[in-house]
């Protein structure tokens, strides 16, 4: 099963913040957050990952509390090209991804 | 540089026959793992190969089999259909071994199963 827990769908208007928040309580010292979205009839693509600091790259910002309970993705400036399921898994660098419902966000112009 | 490819994208079956699935990973990638994705269950874990190796198991059949060649591409065999097995398939490969450095999914074969 799944360790993480994410709203099942959020809207965001085109061109603002989109943040994806996901729970993920039980998390270990050695586990990392992934994020994957999947746009609809394609393979999911990777966005990024962290261990305990936030990061950044050119998708994405990762924001992980202190605790490592729960982290944010942001998406800075939504498209409809970001219309996707996003997928936040917590997995050690050597176990299989699980995949859990993740979170449907539409991007509305 | 070329994506993860997989053949066929579309292929349709009849019960009790079996099947063969490609996967072509990234040039340079010797991790490839397969999922299987259905509306009811979501995107499962079936196997990781590297090196020709099995490192990793989902929990399916034993009708469910996998390989990985010397050159990193991989297949997958599904015997005995059942309706149930009527999903789409990624494939998805990596440059390191385990499965959680970052993946890159290939477009899917969807089979269908009557």
């Known amino acids: 099963d799944a360790k993480t827990t994410q709203p099942p769908s959020m809207d965001c208007a085109e061109g603002r913040a989109a943040n994806l928040p996901c729970n993920h309580s039980?998390?270990?010292?050695?586990?990392?957050v992934y994020w994957y979205r999947q746009i609809h009839s394609q393979g999911p693509q990777y966005i990024i990952h962290?261990?305990?600091n936030n990061e950044t790259n050119e998708m994405a910002s990762l924001i992980i509390t202190e605790d490592r309970k729960s982290s944010t993705l942001i998406l800075p400036h939504a498209t409809l090209r970001d219309t996707a399921v996003y997928y936040c898994?917590?997995?050690?660098?050597?176990?299989?991804?699980?995949f859990g419902k993740g979170t449907r966000l539409s991007v509305i112009a | 540089k070329a994506g993860v490819t997989q053949t066929p994208r579309y292929l349709i079956k009849t019960r009790g026959q079996q099947v063969t699935l490609s996967c072509s990973p990234i040039?340079?990638?010797?991790?490839v793992s397969w999922y299987q994705q259905t509306p009811g269950q979501g995107l499962q874990f079936l196997f990781e190969?590297?090196?020709?190796?099995?490192?990793n198991k989902g929990n399916f059949p034993g009708r469910f089999s996998g390989r990985q060649f010397s050159n990193s591409r991989s297949e997958m065999n599904v015997s005995t259909l059942e309706l149930g097995d009527s999903a789409l398939y990624l494939c998805?490969?990596?440059?390191?071994?385990?499965?959680?450095?970052?993946?890159?999914f290939g477009p899917g074969t969807r089979l269908t199963v009557t």
């Open positions: 998805a490969s990596s440059s390191s071994a385990g499965s959680t450095f970052e993946q890159y």
């Open positions: 190969y590297f090196s020709e190796t099995q490192r």
């Open positions: 039980t998390i270990s010292g050695n586990e990392y």
């Open positions: 962290g261990l305990k």
């Open positions: 040039s340079g990638h010797r991790s």
């Open positions: 898994i917590v997995s050690t660098r050597n176990t299989p991804l699980v």
